[in-house]
C-alpha cells in the first residue's frame, strides 16, 4: 500500500521498494481501447495469446523454460523448433460444454488457443531439445554448447 499517491493517473506505487515505482508507459491501456471495435470473440481469441506465462531460466548447462498448462495432456500441446533459433510452444484448451439448462456464475477459467515464441541465443544446441510434461507443468529444456575458454599464451619479455 501506499502512503503517497502517484501522480501517474491514479496508478499506485510502493515507497519502501525502489523497483516498484511506476514509470510513465505511453502505451499504458492502448491494448484494451484498440480492441473496443472489435467483436468480443476475436477479442477473447487474442487475448489467449498472451495467456500462456513462461519462465525462461538459463543454467550453466541447458536454456530451461516452465509453464503451468493445467488441465492440457501432452497431447494437446505443441513443442517445435524453428530455423532461425526459435522456439515454439503452442497448444489449444478447449472450452467446456455448455448446457442449456447450466447457470454460470463465473466463468475464470481460459480457454482458447495459445502461442508463445522465444528466438534462442547461438550456444542453445537446437538438435538436443527435450520437453516434458508432469502434473500440468511443461518443461522444454534446451541443452547450451560448452563456452570455450580463450586460450591465454603468456608472452615473454625480452630486454
Not at 473496443?36 to 519462465?55: M, Y
Not at 526459435?86 to 454460470?104: P, V
Not at 534462442?120 to 563456452?147: F, I, W
Amino acid at each position: 500500500m501506499s502512503l503517497i499517491p502517484s501522480i501517474f493517473g491514479g496508478r499506485r506505487t510502493n515507497v519502501f521498494d525502489p523497483f516498484s515505482l511506476d514509470v510513465w508507459d505511453p502505451f499504458y491501456g492502448f491494448f484494451s481501447s484498440a480492441l473496443t471495435n472489435v467483436p468480443s470473440s476475436a477479442r477473447e481469441t487474442s487475448q489467449q495469446f498472451a495467456n500462456a506465462r513462461i519462465d525462461w531460466k538459463e543454467t550453466p548447462q541447458a536454456h530451461v523454460f516452465k509453464t503451468d498448462l493445467p488441465g492440457l495432456r501432452k497431447e494437446e500441446v505443441k513443442v517445435e523448433v524453428e530455423e532461425g533459433r526459435i522456439l515454439q510452444i503452442s497448444g489449444e484448451r478447449s472450452k467446456e460444454q455448455e448446457e442449456k439448462n447450466d447457470k454460470w456464475h463465473r466463468v475464470e477459467r481460459s480457454s482458447g488457443k495459445f502461442l508463445r515464441r522465444f528466438r534462442l541465443p547461438d550456444n542453445a544446441k537446437m538438435e538436443q531439445v527435450k520437453a516434458s510434461m508432469e502434473d500440468g507443468v511443461l518443461t522444454v529444456t534446451v541443452p547450451k554448447e560448452e563456452e570455450k575458454k580463450p586460450e591465454v599464451k603468456a608472452i615473454e619479455i625480452s630486454g
